[in-house]
């Protein structure tokens, strides 16, 4: 918003029609080290193993991998990839004090049909030289991924989007879960739901298994998709987080839906075994 070439207005006086510091136009955030970012990868996946981990713990792993790393070098680390300690799940959702938190709906519900309930979370991806957010909604009843954004940001915006894209393409749902973030708790996210009639429903504080499904997804696209490969760049890794998804959605089948994909779950389609049997 600040132009430094305008010759009627100085840059302090921008600054200060804009009620920003002076020095906020001058900060050049300085990028993450390579060594940081081996480290966060490490964090990451072992905390994918071990989501119990806090900080001690992963200070501990790091030095027995030969790491010269004190506690709060790892603490800092994990704040940044929105991991805290106490939590068994990653934090990238936090909490706003005067955001309005809504119960939980799906406690002995029956989720019987597509579209009855979706769910969204936020997920830390690491890439060869930076790192990035992801997140995803969920189908419950088929698990399939309806739609996905990526930021290097943890505002609202790139929810938003997320779930007005699932909505353009698959319509409503009856029920939308979440947990308690302030991206999901936020003004236009919330707005979003109510405007298409949908019911609101959020995990409890510290109840990972509220949105256990999605949980696994990410466990899943990490474990077999992101730690094997390298990302240089965020339009590398969006074009193959959608490949990966379009794979996951057709192709990928599921014990718990008696062998069929998502897709063939969310679309009611006859499973191939039962032609072969």
Known sequence: MID??????????????????????????????PEDLEIMRLIDEQYMRTPYFGSRSMRTYLRRLGYKINRKRVQRLMRLMGLEAIYPKPRTSRPHPE???????????????????????????????????????????SRKVLSFKLSNTLDANFCVDALNEALDRYGPPQIFNTDQGAQFTSKDFIQTLESNGIRVSMDGR???????????????????????????NGAQLRAGL?????????????QALDNMTPDEVYYGLSSPLAKVA
């Not at 430094?4 to 050049?28: A, M, T």
């Not at 019987?112 to 992801?134: C, H, K, S």
């Not at 959608?242 to 599921?254: G, L, P, V």
Request: net charge positive; proline share 5%.
């Open 99 to 141: 955001h309005k938190v809504y119960p939980y709906l799906l406690k002995d519900l029956a989720i019987e049909q597509p579209n009855q309930v979706w769910a969204a979370d936020i997920t830390y991806v690491p890439m060869a030289r930076g790192f990035m957010y992801l997140v995803a909604v969920m189908d419950w009843h």
């Open 4 to 33: 430094p070439d305008n010759k009627e207005l100085s840059i302090s006086h921008q600054c200060h029609l804009l009620d920003v510091s002076r020095s906020s136009f001058y900060y050049q955030p300085r990028p993450t080290s």
């Open 206 to 232: 510290r109840r990972v298994q509220d949105n256990i499904f999605i949980e696994r997804l990410w466990w899943t696209v990490k474990h077999h998709y992101l730690y094997l490969h390298a990302f240089d």
């Open 242 to 254: 959608k490949q990966w998804f379009k794979f996951y959605n057709s192709q990928r089948f599921h």
